[in-house]
């Protein structure tokens, strides 16, 4: 069986003193230890699956050392529970534990599971949403430090920190690799509007047609939907019955399911991807982004990134630490990732 890593491991392995991991681990780093350091005896702790007693460091500390996670689906979500899988990540590496609970899109549950959460000494909590979307922040929340992921404070002055998606820069960016490409007739299907991210993708869009100086044609943005069959129909309305100079020569949609739906509408038409058609989709959905034929380009949502800097931002307000930026912003955005596979490529002549 293999042996439990120990504070001496971590300490060899971040190149530092036994000394400087406890004080790091247990929350005294800062003034202590070298911010450099305390990098690297986190990176080294989280390598190693190090955690430190959690009874010992709760006598020591007057803390439980368990951050309390609500979340309206993300539990049973294969996808946005990569927001989850970060936070915890990082609650690991510095001796917390989470527990989670999942009130499954019934805001009724809310006010009632962060109570049963604080009735268990949690020393702080997280709000995690599948989509991004505005929330009415459950009043025991106030109660301890808390911070938001993937969602805000739907209150006109925000009450709590959230860690965002940078929607309109991804929308800017995934727009720009296809101008790049040499497109000037880009469709874009753009989800539904009872959704907060989609304005801000077309916005960007917008936003990129207008920096390239390519005018922009109204008549190309769909408010689609967000499902395959959506994609299809959307596909269709721009692709079908119509010669190949009046089509576009590339179609970003607002996620990857939209992409699956157009990718099954070229296939009917005839039209060959990315020869004919480019196809750009948005979330990088693991096992269908990387496995379509032909592979797709995606604008990748930084979930996992967005729930290690929300669990960042939390625990450093737990142990003190958290003095950047302090009372002059509610907000941090993580910057989405292009990822470029086979379904883009240079637009037709015609």
């Not at 003034?31 to 986190?42: F, L």
């Not at 951050?67 to 989850?84: A, H, K, M, Q």
């Amino acid at each position: 069986m293999n042996r439990k890593a120990t504070a001496l491991d971590v300490a060899k392995r971040a190149g530092v003193s036994r000394s400087a991991v406890s004080l790091v681990l247990n929350g005294r780093g800062d003034g202590n230890v070298a911010k450099e350091s305390q990098d690297r005896i986190r990176a080294a702790a989280l390598e190693l699956n190090y955690s430190p007693n959690a009874i010992a460091l709760s006598l020591r500390n007057q803390r439980s050392r368990v951050i309390g996670i609500l979340s309206d689906e993300v539990v049973v979500s294969p996808f946005d529970g990569n927001i989850i899988g970060g936070a915890d990540d990082i609650a690991r590496s510095r001796g917390f534990v989470t527990v989670v609970m999942d009130t499954e899109r019934d805001t009724a549950r809310d006010a009632s599971a962060i109570e049963t959460l604080l009735d268990r000494q949690v020393d702080g909590l997280m709000y995690v949403t599948v989509g991004l979307k505005p929330i009415e922040v459950p009043q025991g929340m106030l109660r301890v430090p808390s911070v938001l992921a993937n969602c805000y404070d739907a209150h006109p002055e925000p009450q709590l920190h959230h860690v965002i998606p940078d929607e309109l820069t991804g929308g800017r960016e995934a727009t720009e690799h296809l101008l790049q490409l040499g497109h000037r007739d880009i469709a874009l299907l753009a989800g539904s509007e009872d959704s907060p991210a989609a304005p801000l993708r077309v916005q960007g869009y917008r936003d990129a047609h207008a920096a390239a100086n390519v005018p922009l044609r109204s008549d190309r943005i769909f408010m689609a939907g967000w499902d395959i069959d959506a994609g299809y129909r959307g596909a269709m309305k721009l692709l079908d019955g119509v010669s190949a100079a009046e089509r576009p020569t590339a179609i970003m949609c607002a996620n990857d399911r939209l992409a699956v739906g157009v990718t099954l509408a070229a296939a009917r038409l005839g039209l060959r991807v990315p020869e004919d058609l480019s196809i750009m989709g948005y979330d990088d959905e693991t096992r269908i982004a990387d496995t379509m034929v032909p592979a797709l380009t995606s604008m990748a949502l930084p979930l996992r990134e967005i729930g290690r800097a929300a669990m960042t931002k939390l625990l450093d307000a737990i142990e003190g630490t958290d003095t950047a930026g302090k009372g002059t912003t509610v907000e941090t955005m993580v910057p989405c990732r292009l990822v470029t596979r086979d379904s883009t490529g240079p637009a037709p002549t015609r």
